[in-house]
């Protein structure tokens, strides 16, 4: 594999001495109970060796070898050995808590689900970046927000955005002259188009009792102004602002214009009915835009557009997904990782991580780069750039797990007709209290 050597646009570079030139490669790590490793921040005078060990999922498009192979060029004194885990993040979270829970110190950077920094967080699993953050002076208003957000706990930062991910609305350009940019448009527009070009469906989600369920209804809610979970950690489901998406997400559901079967609907259903021609609007992550372009396999290739989802009361909101990057709080080798953690988040890094491997920034300016806009179309687009900046996390809690599972099971109930979005928001109110108190 040879080492990148694709040009960095003058801006990123611009960027990227900035962030580096506040890292002085001596500031004394903050007393964590465990061996830092030493100065070991890619000072080329230092001759201490150091070896990490950075766990990540299968990645097959070759983007993490580059990353690897240009950070070890550039910090000569840190060799990174890259362990693979499992493609089944549910298996890989697994793997890490065991592994964590022991205080296991094999493993010192590993990436993380943009749902698991709270957990890691309050487990001790995952250490706290904050001194490092503010010690190599990085902004982290150069983020998106919802990126930010999603790597914080109880006011600290656990998690360095690596890449992103939110939910776009799809729609088809030889039906629709201007997207829906309101809910109440959507239902009515989607309503009336219904049939046109040959499409059985005015609009398709995700409704199926999964995870898929969870993002679509946090969509609703937030952009009806209401949450889950807050800041501090409270329960806040039980409001009018969160009632009244959810009561659009019912509305939706139980129209006329999705398919009888909605409710067994997961990405895969939407992505083939899409592609195939049987609806006018969709709700899906930013790889349908691939799948739709497809000339063999897809029917409305040539005709599709996406825009950023619908308003409610309190604008669009797109809920947000992606990777993190984070430290185990074990590493014996703390300051060598970070060096690490900030040239993988940093500008340079999530270039080479877009251009290799078609990922999305999460820093907003990269998407003026035109390295990174030729990349990929989606990338050119000021409604995906314009959609990350909405972008919200799912509620941030150590126990999303549990959180998750009460709001399928209410939601899903109220979307069947068998209760009411009030008595949803009272139930999920009460058991995510219950849940929390354990």
Known sequence: MKLWNKKVAGATVLTMSLLLAACSGDDEATDTGTDTGGDTGGDEGTEEQVTITYAAGVDVTGATDVLIEEFEAQNPNINVEYREMPADTGASHDQYVTMFSSQDASIDVFDADVIWPAEFAQGQYALELD?????????????????????????????????????????????????????????????????????????????????????????????????????????????????????????????????????????????????????????NWPYMQSTSADEEASEV???????????????????????????????????????????????????????????????EALYDEAEVQEAATLFANEQFVETLQNAVPRPVTPIYPRISDIMQVQLSQALAGDITAEEAAANMQEEMEAAMAE
């Open 301 to 363: 290739a040539g005709n599709v557009g996406f825009a950023t989802l619908p308003e409610g009361d309190a604008g669009s909101a797109a809920t947000l997904g992606g990777w993190m990057t984070m430290i185990n709080r074990y590493s014996e080798n703390q300051e060598a990782a970070w060096e690490f953690v900030k040239f993988m988040t940093g500008p340079e890094g999530q270039t080479i991580s877009a251009v290799e491997g078609g990922r999305a920034p999460t820093i």
């Open 131 to 283: 001194r490092f953050i503010e010690a190599d002076g990085i902004n982290m208003d150069d983020y998106f927000p919802g990126t930010v957000a999603s790597g914080q706990f109880n006011g600290r930062q656990y998690a360095m955005p690596k890449f992103t991910d939110a939910g776009l609305l799809y729609y088809r350009t030889d039906i629709v002259e201007e997207p829906p940019t309101t809910w109440d448009e959507l239902i009515t527009m989607a309503g009336e188009l219904q049939g046109e070009a040959g499409t059985e469906f005015g609009y398709l989600m995700q409704a199926n009792q999964y995870e898929g369920m969870v993002t679509n209804a946090i969509e609703f809610i937030a952009s009806h102004g209401g949450q889950v979970v807050d800041e501090n950690n409270e329960v806040v489901v039980n409001s009018p602002e969160t009632i009244a998406g959810i009561q659009t997400m019912i509305d939706i559901v139980n129209s006329d214009f999705v398919p009888s079967n909605i409710l067994s609907f997961q990405e895969t259903e939407t992505n083939n009915a899409w592609v195939g021609g049987q609806s006018v609007f969709a709700r």
